[in-house]
């Protein structure tokens, strides 16, 4: 609890104190006798009541008043307003029971509620404060021999900076020099602490657990992981689900409906039937009570929040709440495979070059044309081409997504790339008896040979596949640009439905419109489409599909601006947590809109009738809303 919490708790047992006090004088002590009159006693009793109930409830009362100044009447505040007030003013009929105790009770009840409430909205927050709790405060970098903090914000891409054990990483950046384990739980989910030494990148918001290492700072602060995932957490709240909208919505036309119900109720009988106005208007103001939507209002909005934040702990960042429920909704996920299903880092089979050239140079061929390329399979080929890198001999680099790379090195023309690339450009090829993905090349027309490279599927790719089926996805499809045996091996191996092979990053789109289409069409015409992707070549289809998710620590920051759903981790395993995690929220969130609206209903009706009394009506809001937000709790448990 903060201290207005607290505040607000101590005023809360200081108001049950002196209402029971009340309460007690009311029903032990022979007032009337007392005071000569029943009337007097009703009104010493009155007055008894209404210290705690003022005490409770001020600040309910003065955000009614304003409200009406600003003209927005109808919110909760008015109806306990109205409702407890009237409540009250049942001492002016002479001929009905007083009301007072209830009047105050209510207030009182209303209002430990609303502590609850706060309490329970405070607490998610900060689980979700706690976890985004990943923002540096400083840099370490050298300057005139001295160790300095600096704002990360004015550290330069290129400058090194140093990383002290316990201190948490700034920026993102390579280890030039020294070791130690990282702690990535923050971001990953991943409890293990991750090795790293000269030559790894690293990724800013994890904590050095062991060694001093020195960093070179690869971005700015502005375009680092942290500062990426601190501004999609925050921007989450604001793309609303259609189920929060519509409690919006509802909450707009209902309250002053109820209102007006209410007036009727307590106005109608007596007038045109000459019933009594004491008990009419005390139906009413029960009504009122009964019918204030904050269970609803709260507890949708805080099933969402606590869904994306209990995904976030696992690593799983969801931008937002419409996301959420589309994604409950996955009956169709579709992969994209080099980078999504395989890890991406290549190796060289077989360099089998043509008679006269040797494979060390076919090699360093590959390599220097590929120079400028990000995709996984250059940065493989650099990898295996030990040589160095001689930047001067490269120019006129393209890259022509899906088919490979062209460039002039040492005024030659290369092309690096598969059949499609060597087809396109007239190139005399020949195709190679091993499994796995060709690079062909050519030195100016001339075909020089070819590198075979492998790709190993993610070691939980396939569990991945087997939890999606258990989690009721449909269909699973694979796209990929890669050669048809590649696919099929991977699918094979996977236990993937379908694949389809040799697409260039706009036939991807095209396939993927197909599968929407089939999906809509297919059953209730709800289930969705998921694709998921690393975003090299495929960030138009991450914006393409019903819900995009994107592998955010090797995918690019394209995928990660494209996509609904960013998994820190790069775990295909993932995407099946997520989907649970959607479902449960979703089924919170139903089962409070069907157990508040259906228990209001109920007592609304009984209100109507006359069987309801006030401590019900009590009962109907603040026990619903209380039950409401307990179970809107839940959706923030997460099982790692
Ligand atoms: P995937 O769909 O499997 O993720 P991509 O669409 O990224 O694959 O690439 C499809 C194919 O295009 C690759 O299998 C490769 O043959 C070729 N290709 C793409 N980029 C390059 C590159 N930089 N160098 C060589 N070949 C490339
Ligand atoms: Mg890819």
């Known amino acids: 609890m903060n201290k207005k919490q607290k505040r607000t708790r101590n005023r809360i047992l200081l108001a049950i104190a002196l209402f029971v006090v009340a309460y007690a004088i009311a029903e032990l002590l022979p007032l009337a006798a007392w005071f000569g009159s029943q009337t007097t006693a009703l009104w010493v009793e009155f007055a008894l009541f209404l210290v705690p109930y003022l005490i409770a409830g001020y600040d309910v009362l003065l955000r009614a008043a304003k409200n009406i100044g600003h003209g927005q009447v109808f919110d909760e505040n008015f109806l306990m307003s109205v409702a407890t007030i009237g409540a009250f003013a049942l001492v002016l009929f002479p001929d009905s029971d007083p009301h007072m105790a209830e009047g105050a009770a209510v207030m009182l009840f209303y209002q430990v509620g609303e502590l609850f409430q706060s309490y329970a909205v405070g607490k998610s927050r900060k689980s979700i404060a706690d976890m985004m709790d990943i923002a540096p405060e400083f840099a370490n970098v050298e300057r ?16 090194e900076i140093v990383v002290k054990p316990g201190e948490r990483v700034p920026l993102d950046g390579v280890v030039v020099s020294g070791a130690s384990q990282l702690d990535t739980a923050a971001l990953t989910g991943e409890s293990v602490p991750r090795e790293v030494q000269a030559g790894d ?25 942290v500062a990426r995932i601190l501004e999609l957490v925050e921007n989450a709240a604001e793309k609303k689900a259609k189920t929060e909208n519509f409690i919006t919505r509802f909450a707009r036309y209902y309250t002053p409906a109820v209102v007006g119900i209410a007036v009727l109720l307590a106005v109608i009988p007596p007038l045109l039937f000459g019933q009594s106005w004491s008990d009419w208007v005390q139906r009413g103001l029960i009504f009122l009570v009964v019918s204030c939507p904050c269970a609803l209002v709260i507890s949708v909005p805080l099933s969402f929040f606590g869904g994306i934040g209990g995904a976030s702990r696992l690593g799983i960042l969801v931008k937002g709440s419409n996301y959420l429920e589309t994604l409950s909704h996955a009956e169709t996920v579709v992969f994209d495979k080099t980078g999504t299903l395989t890890d991406g880092s290549f190796n060289v089979v077989a360099v089998h070059p043509n008679a006269d050239i040797d494979a060390q140079r076919l090699l360093s061929i590959a390599a220097h044309a590929e120079a400028y390329s990000n995709h996984p399979i250059a940065l493989s080929v650099k990898q295996a081409y030990s040589g160095p890198i001689d930047q001067q001999r490269i120019d006129e680099v393209e890259e022509r997504s899906g088919h490979g790379v062209q460039a002039r090195i040492d005024e030659h023309v290369v092309l690096v790339g598969n059949d499609k ?4 450009c007239g190139i005399d090829f020949h195709d190679c008896e091993l499994t796995g993905t060709i690079l062909h090349v050519s030195l100016d027309g001339e075909y020089i040979g070819h590198i075979v490279i492998a790709d190993v599927v993610k070691p939980d790719a396939a569990e991945a596949m087997a939890a999606l089926r258990a989690a009721g996805v449909k269909k699973t499809v694979m796209l990929t640009g890669d050669r048809a045996d590649v696919a099929a091996a991977v699918a094979t191996e996977l236990d993937i439905d379908e694949y389809r092979a040799q697409l260039l990053p706009q036939d991807k789109v095209t396939e993927v419109e197909k599968l929407l289409e089939a999906t809509h069409a297919a059953g209730s015409g709800k289930g969705k489409l998921a694709f998921v992707g690393d975003g090299i070549n495929d960030a138009p289809v991450l914006t393409r599909a019903d819900i995009g998710i994107a592998m955010g620590a090797m995918g690019s920051d394209a995928a990660i601006e494209a996509a609904d759903v960013v998994l820190m981790d790069d775990k295909p395993s993932n995407i099946a947590r997520a989907i649970h995690i959607a479902r449960k929220t979703m089924g919170i969130v139903w089962q409070n809109i069907v157990f508040a609206l259906g228990v209001k209903l109920l007592v609304l009706v009984l209100a109507a009738v006359g069987v309801a009394n006030m401590w019900l009506a009590v009962f109907a809001d603040v026990g619903v809303a209380v039950i409401a937000i307990l179970n809107a709790m839940r959706a923030m448990n997460v099982h790692k």
């Open 144 to 159: 005139d021999g001295q160790l300095v903090r600096v704002d990360p914000y004015e550290v330069a891409a290129g400058d």
């Open 201 to 225: 990148e690293i990724i800013s918001g994890c904590v050095n657990l062991t060694g001093l290492i020195a960093v070179r700072v690869t971005k700015p602060y502005g375009q680092s992981t």
């Open 421 to 424: 690339l060597m087809s396109s």
